[in-house]
């Protein structure tokens, strides 16, 4: 069978149903976004990207076992994926997306409601910041606005009271 990049794992999947019902709404497997991020939440300017905890190198992990056969064949592919995935977040960021990162043992049973907590949390902190940041440019932009205004009508003035003498 061969595999298919963008099939949804059923972890993936508990994840999403679990987002959903907290009220999230998203896209999947975006396309127009660099890394095709698993998960995509517009309204939080957030992405999320399942992990699978050995082939992206989950540090720590007791599923992140490097086999004893071709031992470095395989050690260089999970850090050529490492690699890949670290350039996705950079440039992600760099156009102001927030980057979540879920390893598929934290979606398991035991740990789920936890790691829905977490990553809920912290959806709702990236919608802040990035509403709080739109707020800012909004600000910024009245500011111009009235400053060449007020800058217009100086001129104005002048230019009649020039006309006058
Ligand atoms: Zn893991």
């Not at 517009?42 to 990207?49: A, E, G, N, S």
Request: proline content about 2%; glycine content about 4%; overall charge positive.
């Amino acid at each position: 069978m061969a595999a298919i990049h963008s099939a949804s794992t059923k972890p993936e999947l508990q994840l999403r149903s679990s987002l959903w019902h907290r009220g999230f709404r998203y896209r999947v497997n975006d396309k127009r976004l660099l890394g095709r991020p698993d998960i995509v939440l517009p309204k939080y300017r957030t992405v999320i990207f399942v992990h699978g905890c050995f082939w992206h190198g989950h540090k720590d992990c007791k599923y992140y076992t490097v086999p004893q056969t071709n031992t470095e064949f395989w050690m260089a592919k999970v850090a050529r994926n490492q690699e890949r995935d670290q350039e996705v977040w950079r440039k992600l960021e760099a156009k102001g997306w927030s980057v979540v990162i879920v390893w598929e043992c934290q979606l398991k049973k035991a740990n789920l409601d936890d790691t829905v907590a977490r990553v809920s949390a912290e959806i709702v902190r990236n919608g802040e910041a990035y509403r709080a940041a739109q707020e800012e440019r909004r600000k910024a932009r009245e500011e111009y606005r009235q400053e060449r205004k007020v800058r217009k009508k100086r001129e104005q003035s002048l230019l009649e009271e020039v006309k006058s003498l």
